[in-house]
């Protein structure tokens, strides 16, 4: 599809030179079909419950509503959904308890996301016809699309990332004009809104570490000092955000939130991969996803035993290095790519399976997946959107290799750094939604600069 695109890009340029009026009124059209398109399926499928972590957080919400008590509890271990919490409660505030408005909100929240994607495109210099044909990618990534009414930090951080990186490439667009009247506002307001994500869904901690590596080893001299100002906000965002959650007497202590080398335990669940599975077995083994025995091991510490994180963090070492220890190198390297496989070579996101749960397990409707015509065509185009993004990232890599482009340098310190991070972390294929936003801006550099080589040579 790249080669085609180019191509297409290259007869778009001699024919069509989009004004910025003809650019908004077609994407302002496209949007509304598309807002209305994903309320029209979420009615058709019949999605109309809460599922998985979203519905837990609800059922604590009506808890805190009806003045119970919080316990040692799954909120008491995973306060990072407390964000996504108070969101719930002010939407029902404002427009009732159904679950269809959580839906409209985030389906409007999704809606802005794209939008400030596009925008970000324009803040890079990205030609009109280029950005709506980049901005597509997020508009066809159904297994984005289809999450939206799962309404979970996923979609959330997704909001928080495009609104980061909306001021991010307006501070890079005042830096490369040489006007630095509001940088220094813009990267304030980068920081904020990175920091907010961060607390909506703890794996944005990658973008803020990329954002300062970037000011740091991107500027010279004194403007260095600007790297510093989004862990500056990191640390006040989080000590602030710890305060206020402290003052609404939620918990009984304040030990709450369960040890991160959970997660690095668990991302070793399942090793070493053992070599006589048959192929149909060993197809479907996966490393390091979540796993209810896991958890147990962890809450009976930490919910039962009431120990502190201290303690409870040596017996995760101790796993950790006996998991280590019963692994060759080969059978390390096998482990990890089985990591890389489970998060990242599903196009889908477990996106279907969640809105199967979110029609109450209705099989009525889910031949749209199942069947062998229309469920081809759904994940066809899921997993071609999901080689794009990939595709995209190395191709703009090589790209840009010689010629350093600033946000192709910091977007790749994001995206490798989150790669990393992600081989020792639990595996989830929805943790690879983190990467489409920086991606897509990357595709539509790739794509500007082959417009502009064209341009060149005629």
Same mark, same amino acid.
């Given at each position: 599809?790249?080669?085609?695109?180019?191509?297409?890009?290259?007869?778009?340029?001699?024919? *069509?030179?989009?004004?910025?009026?003809?650019?908004?009124?077609?994407?302002?059209?496209?949007?509304?079909?598309?807002?209305?398109?994903? $309320?029209?399926?979420?009615?058709?499928?019949?999605?109309?419950?809460?599922?998985?972590?979203?519905?837990?957080? @609800?059922?604590?919400?009506?808890?805190?509503? $009806?003045?119970?008590?919080?316990?040692?509890?799954?909120?008491?271990?995973?306060?990072?959904?407390?964000?996504?919490?108070?969101?719930? =409660?002010?939407?029902?505030?404002?427009?009732?308890?159904?679950?269809?408005?959580?839906?409209?909100?985030?389906?409007?929240?999704?809606?802005?996301?794209? $939008? @400030?994607?596009?925008?970000?495109?324009? %803040?890079?210099?990205?030609?009109?016809?280029?950005?709506?044909?980049?901005?597509?990618?997020?508009?066809?990534?159904?297994?984005?699309? @289809?999450?939206?009414?799962?309404?979970?930090?996923?979609?959330?951080?997704?909001?928080?990332?495009?609104?980061?990186?909306?001021?991010?490439?307006?501070?890079?667009?005042?830096?490369?004009?040489?006007? %630095?009247?509001?940088?220094?506002?813009?990267?304030?307001?980068?920081?904020?809104?990175?920091?907010?994500?961060?607390?909506?869904?703890?794996?944005?901690?990658?973008?803020?570490?990329?954002?300062?590596?970037?000011?740091?080893?991107? %500027?010279?001299?004194?403007?260095?000092?600007?790297?510093?100002?989004?862990?500056?906000?990191?640390?006040?965002?989080?000590?602030?955000?710890?305060?206020?959650?402290?003052?609404?007497?939620?918990?009984?202590?304040?030990?709450?939130?369960?040890?991160?080398?959970?997660?690095?335990?668990?991302?070793?669940? #399942?090793?070493?991969?053992?070599?006589?599975?048959?192929?149909? %077995?060993?197809?479907?083994?996966?490393?390091?996803?979540?796993?209810? =025995?896991?958890?147990?091991?962890?809450?009976?510490?930490?919910?039962?035993?009431?120990?502190?994180?201290?303690?409870?963090?040596?017996?995760?070492?101790?796993?950790?290095?006996?998991?280590?220890?019963?692994?060759?190198?080969?059978?390390?390297?096998?482990?990890? #790519?089985?990591?890389?496989?489970?998060?990242?070579?599903?196009?889908?996101?477990? =996106?279907?399976?969640?809105?199967?749960?979110?029609?109450?397990?209705?099989?009525?409707?889910? *031949?749209?997946?199942?069947?062998?015509?229309?469920? $081809?065509?759904?994940?066809?185009?899921?997993?071609?959107?999901?080689?794009?993004?990939?595709?995209?990232?190395?191709?703009?890599?090589?790209?840009?290799?010689?010629?350093?482009?600033?946000?192709?340098?910091?977007? =790749?310190?994001?995206?490798?750094?989150?790669?990393?991070?992600?081989?020792?972390?639990?595996?989830?294929?929805?943790?690879?939604?983190?990467?489409?936003?920086?991606?897509?801006?990357?595709?539509?550099?790739?794509?500007?600069?082959?417009?502009?080589?064209?341009?060149?040579?005629?």
């Amino acid at each position: 599809m790249y080669p085609v695109i180019a191509r297409f890009l290259a007869k778009g340029t001699k024919k *069509w030179v989009l004004s910025n009026k003809f650019t908004f009124i077609f994407f302002t059209i496209e949007l509304t079909i598309y807002f209305i398109s994903l $309320l029209l399926f979420i009615k058709f499928i019949g999605f109309k419950q809460a599922v998985d972590d979203a519905a837990i957080t @609800l059922k604590f919400l009506d808890q805190l509503s $009806l003045g119970e008590k919080w316990g040692y509890n799954y909120m008491y271990s995973n306060p990072q959904n407390l964000l996504l919490m108070y969101i719930f =409660s002010a939407i029902r505030t404002f427009f009732g308890p159904n679950y269809s408005s959580i839906i409209i909100v985030f389906s409007l929240m999704h809606i802005i996301t794209i $939008l @400030l994607t596009f925008l970000s495109l324009k %803040n890079l210099k990205v030609s009109n016809l280029v950005s709506l044909v980049a901005i597509q990618i997020l508009v066809f990534a159904i297994q984005i699309t @289809l999450h939206v009414p799962v309404a979970y930090t996923d979609i959330l951080s997704l909001f928080f990332m495009s609104v980061t990186l909306f001021f991010f490439t307006s501070y890079l667009k005042t830096a490369n004009e040489g006007t %630095n009247k509001f940088s220094y506002l813009y990267i304030i307001l980068t920081s904020i809104f990175c920091v907010l994500g961060f607390i909506s869904k703890g794996t944005v901690l990658i973008l803020v570490i990329a954002l300062s590596l970037f000011l740091l080893l991107y %500027n010279n001299g004194k403007r260095r000092v600007i790297g510093l100002v989004p862990f500056i906000f990191l640390f006040f965002g989080h000590f602030l955000w710890g305060q206020f959650i402290d003052s609404q007497n939620l918990f009984p202590d304040k030990n709450y939130g369960q040890p991160n080398t959970h997660y690095i335990m668990m991302g070793l669940h #399942n090793t070493p991969i053992p070599d006589d599975l048959p192929n149909e %077995n060993k197809a479907k083994w996966t490393v390091g996803a979540y796993d209810s =025995s896991e958890q147990r091991f962890t809450w009976d510490m930490f919910l039962d035993k009431k120990m502190s994180k201290e303690k409870i963090q040596v017996e995760h070492i101790k796993v950790i290095k006996q998991r280590l220890k019963a692994m060759n190198l080969i059978q390390l390297i096998q482990a990890l #790519n089985n990591k890389v496989s489970v998060t990242w070579g599903s196009g889908d996101l477990k =996106s279907s399976f969640e809105v199967f749960l979110g029609t109450g397990k209705n099989q009525e409707k889910m *031949w749209v997946f199942q069947n062998n015509f229309s469920g $081809l065509i759904v994940y066809s185009i899921m997993m071609v959107i999901q080689y794009l993004i990939y595709l995209g990232i190395i191709f703009s890599a090589i790209k840009f290799f010689k010629v350093i482009n600033p946000f192709i340098f910091f977007s =790749s310190i994001y995206i490798t750094g989150y790669f990393v991070f992600l081989l020792i972390w639990e595996s989830s294929p929805r943790y690879s939604m983190g990467i489409f936003i920086p991606a897509i801006l990357a595709i539509g550099l790739l794509f500007q600069k082959s417009e502009e080589k064209h341009k060149k040579i005629v």
